[in-house]
């Protein structure tokens, strides 16, 4: 299949373009580089060992995008795009909305009109809000979202819905991610957040590597095993293999697919894990809550091993050792 992966420079999207060629795709690359670097795409064609078809071009301009679906028959869009900080999202509201929402409108138009019947979208555990309980299935409530970000995807996913509802012939498969985490097993790419980064483990690295002096841990006042924050970490190369079997899965109408491991770690098993995994101290100090935060979410991961025949392989030694390898390697991200 021929996939256009929007977005397709970012983190989770670098990933995935390395494991559809593996798998026999041929991925076409679209960015505006907001945020992230060309540098990555130069390192997956040195991973995929070919190159790789790339438009720089912002998917909310339309009659930019059509170019690429008069140069190429694409047979399925991977949704990446987005605006994806939470905290920036408060700050910004109205540019999360306005990007967010209308990239994936201009995708839907352009799908029509071009007879692309297949996406995939990157949506999000965030949709669940303030989940009453634990583990999280995807008949599960959604809404009560606590962030701009997190309400983007949750209108998208509606969007998506009324859209594939609309069209009999579209297929969409939302993939709500839990925590990504980790790196290509080389090193070459990785996840680069731009500033000071606002999850756990970019940070872990970043202290570990002397960039950032010390972690500090969220509150440990929680209603956990040990009073920190639990969330599902998944690697990003499961990640990846997720997108790859959702598109290859053939479902008519909508599927909503949850991508995690099904187990929490706390804030202290990850920073317990990673020195153990890469023999070094992470310096923390405790420090009060962080606003918007819950205490523990993890997924029911059941649908995607029925429906995608698919499972994380990958092991949390393996997440702290390949985002450390990533990080040392890297210590200015791609800005080499
Ligand atoms: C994880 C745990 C923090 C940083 C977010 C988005 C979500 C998704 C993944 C895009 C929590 C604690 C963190 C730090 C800390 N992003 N922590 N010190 O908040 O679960 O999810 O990223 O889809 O939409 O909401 O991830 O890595 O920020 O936090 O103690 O410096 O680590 O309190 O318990 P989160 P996170």
Redesign the pocket.
């Known amino acids: 299949m021929k996939i256009l992966l929007t977005g397709g420079a970012g983190y989770i999207a670098s990933h995935t373009c390395i494991e559809l060629v593996k798998s026999g795709h041929t991925p076409i690359i679209v960015d505006n580089f907001y945020n992230s670097q060309k540098e990555a795409i130069s390192r997956v064609e040195e991973l995929c060992g070919q190159s790789i078809p790339f438009y720089e071009i912002d998917v909310c301009d339309k009659e930019a995008m059509s170019v690429i679906f008069k140069e190429h028959t694409i047979d399925a869009i991977i949704h990446f795009a987005g605006y994806?900080a939470?905290g920036e999202s408060v700050a910004k509201p109205l540019a999360y909305y306005k990007n967010n929402i209308d990239s994936t409108i201009s995708v839907c138009e352009l799908m029509k009109e071009n007879g692309v019947t297949k996406i995939v979208f990157s949506s999000?555990?965030?949709v669940y809000g303030l989940a009453e309980k634990v583990p999280l299935k995807e008949d599960m409530p959604t809404g009560g979202c606590t962030n701009p970000?997190?309400w983007t995807?949750y209108m998208i996913e509606q969007i998506l819905t009324d859209f594939a509802n609309a069209n009999k012939e579209m297929n969409v498969v939302l993939l709500r991610?839990f925590?990504?985490v980790g790196a290509h097993e080389s090193g070459r790419i990785g996840e680069d957040p731009v500033g000071i980064?606002?999850?756990?483990?970019p940070?872990i690295c970043q202290v570990a590597v002397g960039k950032l002096k010390q972690?500090?841990?969220?509150?440990d006042d929680y209603p956990t095993p040990d009073g920190?924050?639990?969330?599902d970490y998944i690697h990003v190369v499961d990640l990846a293999l997720g997108h790859v079997a959702a598109c290859e899965f053939d479902c008519k109408g909508v599927e909503v697919i949850n991508l995690g491991t099904g187990v929490g770690y706390s804030?202290l098993d990850m920073v317990k894990a990673f020195e153990e995994a890469n023999g070094i101290k992470i310096n923390y100090t405790i420090a009060p809550?962080?606003p918007g935060?819950i205490a523990t979410?993890y997924s029911d991961a059941t649908k995607a091993k029925k429906l995608l025949h698919w499972e994380a392989k990958h092991t949390l030694v393996d997440m702290c050792k390949d985002s450390w390898n990533w990080q040392k390697n890297n210590p200015k991200g791609y800005n080499k």
Do not use: E, H, Q, W
């Open positions: 994806k939470v999000s555990a965030t970000y997190g995807k991610y925590n990504p980064p606002n999850n756990l483990m940070y972690l500090a841990i969220f509150g920190t924050g639990v969330r804030v809550r962080r935060d979410c």
